[in-house]
């Protein structure tokens, strides 16, 4: 038997041997599928012409057509071909309605370990199917290149935006904090140090965060030069020198380890908070599962920012 001459089989052909099996009658499997009954019948004939094998016994009368034992056999192939058909529409109509695909999105290391761990799992809970592909970068700049090359769907923002085609939601504030070591005398006076004082201070700082320089440049507004003594974009290591004495670290509440047994965290009022957005950009089509993204973004950071002011209202 010549394999090519199989590509004649159509699905309808194999959907028709499915209707007929199920049905027992050329007729029903024709108001089944919604043609008529010669065109049924001319269907499976089609297919006993392409295989070279009698599928379906004919009886004639009022008695139910039946398979024969080699339309059984195509039939159980036909099944999982017809199922998988069903299977790539299903996936296809999801991927239409954002249901599945992939989004992919841009993120920083503080929001990676505060914000993202609650956001993807509520999120994988209610959209299952849609896999998220992350992208880090201690520059948000880069990622905004990113989402401007359309190479991002979404990226975590420090606000307000460069210029660019972009759009973008306010998510949260995160205040600023000034760490110094447990053993440091500003941890033992119990309130926060002027904006003097903390120029006075050896300083722990980010190497490209885009808000710790808006915040230096506060410093400098003021008459204030900042004394940086060292710069790092990992988190912890900012912490850990804090803790071995080398200086105080003024960073962001979401970038603090509060229970860091080494580090006291006083509050920093003398400095606006940065603020936290997600952007995307603006003349591209944002898929249901994005914008439920961002919804889901936006829920978790209030409740974030409700939970950092009642700790601060209870420190």
């Not at 065109?39 to 012409?49: C, H, K, M, T």
């Not at 320089?213 to 507004?221: I, K, N, S, T």
Request: include cysteine.
């Amino acid at each position: 038997m010549r394999t090519d001459g199989w590509l004649g089989v159509e699905l309808r052909h194999l959907a028709a041997l499915q209707a007929v099996a199920d049905e027992g009658s050329f007729g029903r499997a024709a108001v089944r599928l919604g043609y008529t009954q010669s065109a049924v019948s001319q269907q499976i004939a089609a297919l006993e012409r392409v295989v070279d094998q009698r599928l379906v016994e004919r009886p004639g009368g009022p008695r139910p057509v039946s398979l024969t034992e080699a339309g059984k056999l195509l039939l159980r192939h036909a099944d999982g071909i017809l199922a998988r058909l069903q299977a790539a529409h299903a996936d296809l109509a999801a991927l239409a309605a954002g249901e599945a695909g992939t989004l992919r999105v841009g993120t920083y290391q503080s929001v990676g370990a505060r914000v993202l761990p609650q956001l993807l799992a509520e999120f994988g809970t209610a959209w299952p199917r849609v896999e998220i592909q992350l992208t880090e970068s201690t520059d948000d700049g880069q990622l905004l290149e990113l989402v401007e090359r359309g190479e991002l769907d979404l990226s975590f923002v420090i606000l307000p935006l460069p210029e660019g085609p972009f759009e973008s939601l306010e998510l949260m504030e995160d205040p600023y904090a000034l760490v110094v070591s447990a053993d440091s005398p500003l941890a033992r006076r119990g309130k926060a140090p002027s904006l003097k004082e903390v120029a006075a201070l050896p300083l722990i700082g980010f190497r490209q965060c885009r808000s710790i320089h808006l915040v230096e440049h506060r410093f400098r507004d003021a008459g204030l030069e900042p004394r940086i003594v060292f710069r790092s974009d990992d988190n912890g290591t900012l912490q850990g020198l804090v803790a071995a004495g080398v200086g105080a670290a003024l960073v962001p509440l979401l970038a603090v380890e509060r229970d860091h047994a080494g580090t006291a965290v006083l509050p920093l009022n003398v400095v606006p908070p940065r603020l936290i957005g997600i952007a995307w950009h603006r003349d591209r089509y944002r898929s249901p599962a994005a914008l439920a993204f961002v919804e889901r973004a936006r829920e978790i950071c209030a409740r974030i920012e409700q939970e950092q002011a009642e700790a601060e209202a209870a420190a």
